[in-house]
Each structure stands twice: as structure tokens, then as C-alpha cells.
Nanobody
Framework: QVQLVESGGGLVQAGGSLRLSCAAS????????MAWYRQAPRNQRELVAT???????NYADSVKGRFTISRDNAKNTVYLQMNSLKLEDTAVYYC????????????????WGQGTQVTVSS
């Protein structure tokens, strides 16, 4: 089994910064793409940023230039540095990882974190 544990959420004023972390543990051979999603009340879950095993990144237009995704492969951890936060960034943030298991190396399994609340106040 694989577990993803997120940390770093909280309450911050508009214009401030937060750094989210998500660490994976368990039966892991390697991790392909890592990603952050978010879901605001009454909205669908949306993709925020992705990072491949090679380090290529992609961002939603709404966060480009403000958020930075990074990863530490040795720690099986993905980060999301969020700067210049806006009220509309308020949401529950979820990490997601495509995991290859040692016993099933021809397949990938998608796992999710439990979510961490980010609240931006005026």
C-alpha cells in the first residue's frame, strides 16, 4: 500500500506565501508524474500544477508566475510554493502521484493525499 501525507496548509493574508508538501511512503519502485489539484467550495476539482519524473512542469493559467512545483525524488516528496496568494486561491489542495510498484512494474497506480486547507484572507 502507498500513503500520501500532505502538510503546510493554513490561513494566510492576501499577498502572502505558503509552501505545501506531500510525502509518499509504502511500496514504491518509482514515481512518475506528481501533481497538485485544488477544490474550492461548490467547484470541481481542478489541476494546479504537474511535474514529471524528468522535471518538466506545467501550470494552470491562474497560477502561472505565482506558484512553483518541485520534487525531491530521494524523499518521494512533491512541493508547491505559493506566492502572491489571492482570495480565489482558497481551496482544499490535494496532491496526486503516479506510482510504480516493485511487484508490478508494468503498471502505474494513482494515489491521492487527504487534502490540506488553504485559506487566503483579505
Amino acid at each position: 500500500q502507498v500513503q500520501l501525507v500532505e502538510s503546510g496548509g493554513g490561513l494566510v493574508q492576501a499577498g502572502g506565501s505558503l509552501r505545501l508538501s506531500c510525502a509518499a511512503s509504502g511500496s514504491i519502485f518509482k514515481i512518475n508524474t506528481m501533481a497538485w489539484y485544488r477544490q474550492a467550495p461548490r467547484n470541481q476539482r481542478e489541476l494546479v500544477a504537474t511535474i514529471t519524473s524528468g522535471g518538466s512542469t506545467n501550470y494552470a493559467d491562474s497560477v502561472k508566475g505565482r506558484f512553483t512545483i518541485s520534487r525531491d525524488n530521494a524523499k518521494n516528496t512533491v512541493y508547491l510554493q505559493m506566492n502572491s496568494l489571492k482570495l480565489e486561491d482558497t481551496a482544499v489542495y490535494y496532491c496526486s502521484m503516479e506510482v510504480v510498484k516493485p511487484s508490478v512494474q508494468w503498471a502505474t497506480y494513482n494515489y491521492w493525499g487527504q487534502g490540506t486547507q488553504v485559506t487566503v484572507s483579505s
